[in-house]
């Protein structure tokens, strides 16, 4: 089955001079005077006209927990005028605001600095982390600026996003720790990350103890790229986040709608958390739920350690969340009832190596084959429609290029490459910007 992925784009990019980021890619921004990272959350705030729109939908972490927190890996398209872009959604969709980036007027640390402003009535304001989280003032002071530093480039030791394992006290009978995980990027598994493979669950099966057991089976190996938007299991070598790395890398999948799914496996960007402080209220923090949160059920199954420390699947409290960037096991997908389960243990899995993949992952939209949607496709789309022969073997007219990437045309997917994937295309543009 084809993996089709919607590229997450914007119409505008960032235009700065000197910049650290030059082009669109995977970013942590993080803040000069407090130290501290910006962290995507997804929730929206009550008014949309006022810079404190954005003190929902960002969490402002520490070193140590941005290394594994997805939404702290930002997308930031390629131009002018703005917004920070993650977990299937985007700070200006979330605010209704936009971020101007420029150039600070000093550098930090041997490396440039920016200060990021956005417009309150006829007031450009700054925004900075001063100390209890994210507000907007009118001057630049070490607190207002920032560093983009890239996450998809460089050694492993500095691009990466950490697992963390949910036994991290305690390791299956051979020695690995298990995670799970779903994010909007696409990612690959290096070598030396510390993380054996990404597995799903195809069946559910009755041990001769009378109990279930999930058989997971794997589906991408070290060097292998996972595809965004993908619930899996990952076997790690490592009890720490630090130890099981994997590299972001794109395409984005867009993802808005939740739960996605993954044979037996779903998974969400996003569930409740405590934010910081409000400038009105020092001493207390806002807990948020994003719309996009998943609350807990019977049927969902969230991976664990039992009282005796056996690795499976087991209910959550009532009235709480499914984990962010979690996956959990669903038995209601199975094809046959097997009745109400509250606990799926872990079968021992075997390391054998995965198979080559079905299909090769394709973003709709993307014409020309250059892992970024942008006008250019369109461009290429029409000149393709436009073309004498709009055969994907032979050139388009109108200074297209000599091939095409046939199978990213049918934009809407109805089986046709039109002009409806045209106007498809379009909107898909502009509801990303």
């Given amino acids: 089955m084809k993996r089709f992925i919607t590229a997450i784009v914007c119409l505008m990019a960032v235009v700065v001079a000197g910049a650290q980021f030059t082009q669109p890619g995977f970013y942590r921004v993080h803040n000069v005077g407090s130290d501290r990272y910006i962290c995507i959350k997804g929730t929206k705030y009550n008014k949309t006209s006022n810079p404190d729109a954005f003190w929902p939908c960002i969490k402002m972490l520490n070193d140590s927990a941005q290394i594994s927190d997805a939404g702290s890996i ?146 991408y190996g070290q060097g292998d790229t996972v595809p965004a938007a993908t619930p899996v299991l990952l076997k790690c070598k490592a009890g720490y986040a630090s130890g099981n790395k994997i590299i972001p890398a794109v395409p984005i999948a867009n993802r808005t709608s939740m739960p996605i799914v993954n044979d037996l496996l779903m998974g969400n960007y996003f569930s409740n958390f405590i934010n910081h402080a409000h400038l009105t209220s020092y001493d207390v923090t806002a807990e948020y739920v994003p719309d996009q949160a998943t609350m807990a059920t019977d049927d969902y199954l969230a991976l664990g350690v039992d009282a005796d420390g056996k690795l499976g699947f087991f209910p959550k409290a009532e009235c709480t969340y499914m984990d962010a960037n979690s996956a959990w096991l669903a038995p209601a997908l199975m094809a046959k009832e097997q009745g109400a389960m509250t606990a799926v ?22 014409a020309n084959g250059d892992g970024i949607v942008n006008i250019k496709d369109v461009t290429l789309l029409i000149n393709y429609l436009m073309s004498e022969n709009n055969d994907a073997e032979e050139p388009a007219r109108f200074n297209a290029p000599s091939t095409v990437n046939a199978a990213a045309l049918d934009v809407n997917e109805d089986g046709i490459v039109n002009i409806k994937d045209v106007t498809a295309l379009i909107n898909l543009l502009l509801a990303s910007a």
Avoid at 77 to 97: I, K, N
Avoid at 348 to 354: G, I, M, R
């Fill in 74 to 219: 930002v997308y930031i398209p390629e131009m002018g005028q703005t917004s920070l872009c993650a977990q299937g959604v985007s700070t200006f969709s979330l605010t209704g605001l936009f971020l101007e980036i420029d150039t600070a007027t000093v550098r930090e640390g041997g490396k440039p600095t920016y200060v990021a402003k956005t417009q309150y009535g006829t007031f450009p304001c700054i925004f900075r982390d001063y100390g209890n989280g994210l507000t907007a003032g009118f001057l630049e002071k070490p607190e207002s600026r920032w560093w983009v530093e890239p996450v998809n480039a460089g050694s492993i030791d500095t691009s990466f996003l950490g697992i963390k394992p949910v036994n991290e006290a305690v390791a299956d009978a051979n020695g690995f720790y298990w995670a799970t995980f779903c994010c909007d990027f696409t990612f690959v598994l290096p070598e030396e990350g510390g993380i054996v493979g990404a597995y799903t669950v195809k069946e559910i099966t009755t041990g001769e103890d009378g109990l279930y057991y999930a058989q997971a089976v794997k589906v």
């Fill in 345 to 366: 243990y872990l079968a021992e899995v075997k390391d054998e190596e995965p198979g080559d993949p079905e299909e090769p992952v394709v973003i709709l939209g993307d």
